[in-house]
């Protein structure tokens, strides 16, 4: 068993806004920047990310606020605000207080979700059951079956799917990024990355195409995950994952556990 401290947060927070940037910096490169692209940084740690014209949780939202940081809440909220984007302030367990929430409630912002990571050491990875095959992209030809079973596990609209894979086909070959694609009977049917910051390993963006799940897709990914962030040098590995859904709770069938719930402000609706 790991245990959480505020050093093992904050290597897990740094790693997660590292791979979103990363995320973020691929389409930032799309010519003119169509998404509207954005990252401000304060004191190394306080990273405020937007994607003015792509609704992403995930691409809209402040990370690494502190005791003491409540300054910086209304000039982020202004800059969120003036783009017309949507903020989502995330307050992590050992580094909020009461001054933290009062700003946040001032400027109209309330408490609305929780969003749990979980860890676990690399010498987790175990077999998973030997009918699911689950293999490393490394070909134009697997990256094309990763984005079948990648744009169907998400449930993106049959409209959207060409631009969506326009968009993703970059991270093929990406530092620091190992993409996986899991089959039944031989079908595309689930994906999910790799994501290596220093020594820590993030198991990210897993998903199942509807008509696979329930079949273990989505564990098999968690341990073949897990044995490459061993292999490569990983000492911790984590992932995320709604509080209590069907993620967390294969993740804590394998053994991974709990080491913190972050809290999620976003504005709450104004008065007519």
């Given at each position: 068993?790991?245990?959480?401290?505020?050093e093992?947060?904050?290597?897990?927070?740094?790693?997660?806004?590292?791979?979103?940037?990363?995320?973020?910096?691929?389409?930032?490169?799309?010519?003119?920047?169509?998404?509207?692209?954005?990252?401000?940084?304060?004191?190394?740690r306080?990273?405020?990310?937007?994607?003015?014209?792509?609704?992403?949780?995930?691409?809209?939202?402040v990370v690494?606020?502190?005791?003491?940081?409540?300054r910086?809440?209304?000039?982020?909220?202004?800059?969120?605000?003036?783009?017309?984007?949507?903020?989502?302030?995330?307050?992590?367990?050992?580094?909020?207080?009461?001054?933290?929430?009062?700003?946040?409630?001032?400027?109209?912002?309330?408490?609305?979700?929780?969003h749990?990571?979980?860890?676990?050491?690399?010498?987790?990875a175990?077999?998973?059951?030997?009918?699911?095959?689950?293999?490393?992209?490394?070909?134009?030809?697997?990256?094309?079956?990763?984005?079948?079973?990648?744009?169907?596990g998400?449930?993106?609209?049959a409209k959207?799917?060409?631009?969506?894979?326009?968009?993703?086909?970059?991270?093929?070959?990406?530092?620091?990024?190992?993409?996986?694609?899991a089959?039944?009977?031989?079908?595309?049917?689930?994906?999910?990355?790799?994501?290596?910051?220093?020594?820590?390993?993030y198991?990210?963006?897993?998903?199942?195409?509807?008509?696979?799940?329930?079949?273990?897709?989505?564990?098999?990914?968690?341990?073949?995950?897990?044995?490459?962030?061993?292999?490569?040098g990983?000492?911790?590995?984590?992932?995320?994952?709604?509080?209590?859904?069907?993620s967390?709770?294969?993740?804590?069938?394998?053994d991974?556990?709990?080491a913190?719930?972050?809290?999620?402000?976003?504005?709450?609706?104004?008065?007519a």
């Amino acid at each position: 068993m790991l245990i959480t401290s505020l050093e093992t947060i904050d290597r897990v927070v740094e790693a997660d806004v590292a791979y979103t940037i990363a995320r973020m910096q691929v389409l930032e490169r799309l010519p003119g920047n169509p998404i509207g692209i954005a990252c401000r940084r304060i004191d190394d740690r306080i990273a405020a990310l937007m994607a003015k014209h792509l609704p992403s949780p995930s691409f809209n939202r402040v990370v690494g606020l502190r005791t003491g940081d409540e300054r910086h809440i209304e000039p982020l909220d202004a800059w969120y605000r003036e783009a017309g984007a949507g903020a989502r302030f995330e307050m992590i367990p050992g580094h909020f207080d009461a001054p933290l929430g009062r700003e946040l409630a001032r400027l109209g912002y309330g408490h609305s979700a929780f969003h749990a990571a979980l860890i676990c050491p690399p010498s987790l990875a175990a077999a998973g059951p030997a009918q699911i095959d689950v293999e490393a992209v490394a070909t134009a030809a697997q990256m094309e079956e990763f984005l079948r079973a990648y744009v169907a596990g998400w449930g993106f609209p049959a409209k959207d799917h060409e631009r969506f894979k326009a968009n993703v086909r970059p991270w093929l070959g990406q530092p620091g990024w190992s993409l996986y694609l899991a089959r039944q009977d031989g079908q595309p049917a689930a994906a999910a990355t790799l994501f290596l910051h220093g020594t820590v390993g993030y198991l990210a963006d897993a998903c199942t195409n509807p008509a696979f799940r329930r079949r273990g897709l989505h564990t098999a990914l968690l341990r073949r995950r897990i044995a490459d962030a061993r292999q490569a040098g990983a000492d911790l590995v984590f992932s995320g994952a709604e509080f209590l859904s069907g993620s967390y709770r294969d993740m804590q069938r394998i053994d991974m556990q709990l080491a913190f719930v972050r809290a999620v402000w976003t504005p709450l609706p104004r008065p007519a």
